[in-house]
């Protein structure tokens, strides 16, 4: 069974910086695409990044470009996305997926095939 835990959320003052992990299970993922989407309320969901799992590849948002950065430990089966520079409109909900292998879309949910349960971002003073 394919889980994906999110964590590292939280509450920071714009300009901070966290940083969430994803723990990945259940199946091998060497051939698979993580991404990272947010919801804020009364909003769609939306992506954020993605990272290829053989590392050969990343890429954002132009929202959060030069500012997030996901990335991954194979050792650690783990997706990470480290945030800086954040801003009160990067509040939402972050979800992290998985889309089994490389090829297709990778910007919208329904590229994906496994999800995380999300974890809350507020960006507030």
């Known amino acids: 069974q394919v889980q994906l835990v999110e964590s590292g959320g939280g509450l920071v003052q714009p300009g901070g910086s966290l940083r969430l992990s994803c723990a990945a299970s259940?199946?091998?993922?060497?051939?698979?695409?993580m991404g990272w989407f947010r919801q804020a309320p009364g909003k769609e969901r939306e992506f954020v990044a993605f990272?290829?799992?053989?590392?050969?590849?990343?890429y954002y948002s132009d929202s959060v470009k030069g500012r997030f950065t996901a990335s991954r430990d194979s050792a650690e089966n783990t997706v990470y996305l480290q945030m800086n520079s954040l801003k009160p409109e990067d509040t939402a909900v972050y979800y992290c997926?998985?889309?089994?292998?490389?090829?297709?879309?990778?910007?919208?949910?329904?590229?994906?095939?496994?999800w995380g349960q999300g974890t809350q971002v507020t960006v507030s003073s």
């Open positions: 997926a998985a889309k089994v292998g490389y090829s297709g879309s990778f910007h919208y949910p329904d590229d994906y095939d496994y």
């Open positions: 259940g199946r091998t993922f060497s051939r698979d695409t």
């Open positions: 990272v290829m799992w053989s590392g050969a590849s990343t």
